[in-house]
């Protein structure tokens, strides 16, 4: 009891200045999209004409869309850091990726990009929600920066009690200098021409180590842009005993 007192202790401090950085961090990210509705719904009352105010109800709309994936991603990133609370059981890996994938079909049709899958049979042991937060928004980023008719390679694959989940795309890639640094909050990569949070890798960098898992980022070999590999080195035994 001591010990299990002590260790409750020691952790508490850093989650409370993890709690602090969270608040902070999204007081921070939420002031300019806030200050841009402000602005386009002002310019919308204002307006000397109908095509005046239909462009600033444009730019309104489209305002709002991006606060609401912001506030998305912010309390997705919240439940990641409770993941290790969340209830644990024995998930089929494959089963989850063609979820995600068949629900993310309108959007690869609307890019035009073809998608190739390849699934073996593979099961983990983790948190659902948090392991579908992870696979989505690998995915989504994947679509988001492939150009217009460019292609993706998504498999689920298994080695002795090794496993892995992988994202390839024919987008511009990820510079080498940057591969640490897309993993921290709110981190874009400036001329990318792509809007974002910044928040989509450093929740699936969350969901994993929750995992066991190791995410890694790798130039792809098969079609030159990005390659996203997330690897869990030693599945449970009771895990690897039903692949």
């Not at 890996?93 to 690869?108: F, G, S």
């Amino acid at each position: 009891l001591v010990q299990a007192v002590n260790a409750l202790w020691q952790r508490l401090p850093a989650a409370l200045a993890r709690e602090r950085r969270f608040v902070a961090d999204a007081a921070h990210e939420l002031r300019t999209p806030i200050s841009a509705l402000k602005v386009h719904a002002d310019n919308a009352r204002l307006a000397a004409d109908a095509s005046a105010r239909f462009k600033a109800q444009d730019l309104l709309q489209d305002s709002v869309g991006r606060l609401e994936r912001l506030v998305a991603q912010l309390l997705m990133l919240s439940r990641t850091e409770a993941t290790t609370r969340s209830p644990i059981a024995r998930l089929s890996l494959d089963a989850l990726v063609a979820t995600e994938v068949d629900a993310l079909r309108a959007l690869l049709d609307l890019h035009s990009l073809r998608l190739s899958l390849t699934l073996s049979p593979v099961e983990v042991r983790g948190d659902e929600a948090g392991l579908g937060a992870l696979v989505r928004n690998l995915l989504e980023n994947a679509i988001r920066y492939t150009p217009r008719g460019g292609q993706m390679l998504v498999e689920v694959g298994q080695e002795n009690r090794a496993a892995w989940f992988s994202v390839d795309d024919s987008g511009p890639g990820i510079a080498e200098e940057e591969r640490d640094r897309v993993f921290d909050r709110f981190y874009r990569i400036l001329g990318s021409g792509v809007e974002g949070s910044g928040l989509g890798l450093a929740i699936v960098r969350g969901v994993a180590e929750a995992h066991g898992a190791v995410v890694t980022l790798q130039r792809s070999s098969r079609l030159g842009g990005l390659r996203v590999v997330v690897a869990w080195p030693q599945l449970a035994p009771d895990a690897a005993a039903s692949l």
